[in-house]
Each structure stands twice: as structure tokens, then as C-alpha cells.
């Protein structure tokens, strides 16, 4: 009963120090408050914006790559500068033997301009793009309704397709499922056999929301490709990066289409990969980044503290001495002030926390009915590193000025009144 009593005292001592002139505990305690909010707000905001940006790469194989051909940059075996050339479904085969490190290989034609009518409806600027069922694992495809290309699609060369979302928002205008019926493509007439509502902007051949995709073998056929190939899409096996394999690539290109080994514009290469690896280097940055921030605008609150408690221990100077007079140890003086200084950055930090958690809420709830939904809120376990961070500022700024009141002598103290 009598320790109860005593832990009443010292926290009525507490409020009674914080409270005896306000404007400085407020001013003091706003730094702490701050700077604990810009260190959550902070990671909460960079952890919202990587999940907003991450949607747009979201179902894009991040081991991917993709050649095209170009114009050549040099006269080469009797062909001058500046030739057309193109890739051939021979490279298909070509590669795959001579390039075991690739997982999947496959080819991947597009036209553009294309406007799509069904009923009394029309989607004007559409693309439309043949693939093989493989180019699935590359470009994963979100089906809400229907199915992807199958091999007996591209086998059976059926004109059947599958539309982007903004496609079948427009035909279809009263969400009524489009598998089965026709819809006219540039005078051809497709069957729908699947919706896919992807919406992300990594892709390749067309933006899927407004992509009508049909069978590889379709396409050649249709629009008179023959055996060429516009895009050759490819992943990497686990192990492989695809910066070495696109290496082995192009010199079994440019000897197969009579290109000068050195010209380093008729092979067109996109490693998908090295661009993943900067959108990652770029979250980490912002991160290591926000730490700084915030931790930096957290310390310049913590140390005010110290300050205005080396102040407060000045001001009591005789306090502390008579304390000491009457027995106080300095182990009391010491745990008197670290107690008032972890109070006071505990109570400003949690304000602060809550107040972060409220905003990073709002942030939330305002993105969740866009199209790319984000996670600002901050985990359980960074609120509670939060927390400890707050403890041990708190006792850190409390040091110096425990320190000080520890050194107080009685009869220096009463000859100082």
C-alpha cells in the first residue's frame, strides 16, 4: 500500500512539473509530436505510393525480356546501311535450341488503329494483338469472364478473341457476359471468349484495357504476316539474368539475318528485368530516405527536450537540494527527471502516432474505390518500434539533465536561494 502511495506522488509530481508552465511543455512536446509524425506519415506514404506503383506492374513477369528488329546501323556482306529486315518464326526454334537458359519463348504480332463494333455499339483505337497461350506466363491476364487463348485456338486458327476491359465496357454497356456473341473488328468477325480487366500500364503490343487478343496463328493469317514476327517475348530461367541471356541473343540473330556482328542498332532489346531492379533500387531509396527524415525531425524534438529539462532542473535547483538535505539519494533525483522527460516524449509521441494513423486512414480510404487501390496504413509492429523509439529518446534526452541534477549539493543549492 505504502509503494502504491508513493507511485501516486510521483506521478502527481510529474503532472505538476509539465503542467507549471504550459506554453514551454507544449512547445517542447509539439517537436516530439512532429517528428514522430513525419517518421510514420512517412513510411505509411512511401509503403501507399510503392503499392500504387506496383499496380501498374501488377501480373508482369519481372524475369522478361523483348526484341524487335531495326533498321541496321552498318553496310554488311554486300546489304548496305540502313536495311529493313525482320524476325521470322524461324528464330523460335533457332533460340530455343541454341539458348537453353530461356524458360519461355514465344512470338507476339500487334496491328493498331483497330475499331471494334458489336450491336449499335463501337470502341474506336483499339489494338489487337496474336499471341500464343504461353505469352499468359509473361503478360498474366485478369479473367472475369471467359478464358485465354488455348493451343487448339491457335492450332484450328479460330477467329476468336478476348477484349480489355474498356472494350467490353463500351460494347457492352449493360454488363451482360460477351462470351459467345461476335463482335466486328475492322470487317472480321471474332468470338469473344473471355474479358480481361487488367489494367496495368507494363505492357507490350498495347494497353490491355483497350487489346482485343486472338490466336497467334489468327493474326498471320488475317492480316497477311506470313512467317514474320514483330516481338520475340522471353523469361529467363531461375538462376539467369536476362541481361546475359539477350547477349547470347542478338549474335544468333545477326548471323542468321546477315548483320554486321558490331551494328549496335538493328537488334532492339527491352530487359524488363534490369527495369524492375530500379523500380526496387527507387522504393528503397525512398525509404532509407523517409527513415532519415523522419528520424532527423524525431531527434531535433528529442533534444528540445533535453533543453528544456536542463532548464526545469536549473529552475529547481534548491527543490533538488533540499531533497538531497533530507535524504534523497541521487538514484531518486536521476529516476525523478528521466521519468518526467520519457512522460513527456511518450505522451507527445502517441498524439503524434495516433495523429499519423488517422491521416495515413484517410489516405486509404480515399484511394480504395480508384482503380489501383493502396496500403498506406503502417503495420503493428512499426507502431510498436515506434513506441520503443519514443521510450528511448525519451530516456536519452533525459540523461544529460538527470546527470545534472544528480551533481546538485545541498549546501551549493541553498547558498544559490
Known sequence: MKLFRIDIDRWEEILITITRNKTRSFLTAFGVFWGIFML??????????????????????????????????????????GRYWSLEIKDVERLRRAVPELDIL??????WGIKATYDKHESRSCSMKGVYPEYAEIETPTLTMGRFINHIDVKEQRKVCVIGKQIYETLFP??????????????IYYQVIGVNTSSGNMSVNGWPPTTITIPFTTMQQNYNFGNEIQLLCYTARPGHSIKDIQARIEPILKQAHLIHPEDKQAVMNV?????FGMVDNLFKGIKILSWMVGLGTLLAGAIGVSNIMMVTVKERTTEIGIRR?????PRDIMSQILSESMVLTTLAGMMGISFAVFVLQMLEMGTAQSDTPAHFQ????????????????????????????????PIEAIRDE
Open 106 to 111: 514465344t512470338p507476339s504480332n500487334a496491328r
Open 174 to 187: 449493360d454488363g451482360s457476359n460477351p462470351c459467345g456473341k461476335f463482335i466486328n473488328a475492322n470487317g
Open 378 to 409: 503502417i503495420s503493428f509492429w512499426m507502431a510498436i518500434g515506434a513506441c520503443v523509439i519514443l521510450l528511448v529518446l525519451g530516456m536519452l534526452a533525459g540523461l544529460a539533465p538527470a546527470y545534472r541534477a544528480m551533481a546538485i549539493k
Open 325 to 329: 538535505a533530507i535524504g534523497a539519494k
Open 271 to 275: 530487359n524488363a528485368e534490369a527495369l
Open 40 to 81: 510514420v506519415a512517412l513510411m505509411g506514404g512511401s509503403q501507399g505510393i510503392q503499392d500504387m506503383m506496383s499496380s501498374n506492374f501488377e501480373g508482369f513477369a519481372t524475369n522478361s525480356g523483348f526484341t524487335g528488329s531495326n533498321q541496321t546501323g552498318k553496310a554488311y556482306k554486300g546489304f548496305q546501311k
